[in-house]
């Protein structure tokens, strides 16, 4: 299975650039964790409106992080089950 983990915003490609050019070649059910410093409500309904399965702040500790991806991935392999 395959999980996106982008970076929201960056100079050049952005996770966001990444994420719609992955979303051209690929499935658009794949699961994506976004990580943003995103402050103004724009940048974050910028994000939001990509359809991202987790938000999270670019500075969350690690483990909340690979918390969100083992759910992502659960979550993900029980829908394929359906």
Known sequence: MTLLLLIA???GKSGIDVLDYAREIR???TPVIILTI???TEEK???MKHRVT???PRTADASI???NVELAT???QLKRRE
């Open 65 to 67: 992080v690979n918390n």
């Open 27 to 29: 499935e658009q059910k």
């Open 45 to 47: 309904a910028r994000v």
């Open 9 to 11: 915003f960056l100079p």
């Open 54 to 56: 987790e938000y999270l």
């Open 38 to 40: 995103a402050e103004s």
């Open 74 to 76: 659960k979550r993900e």
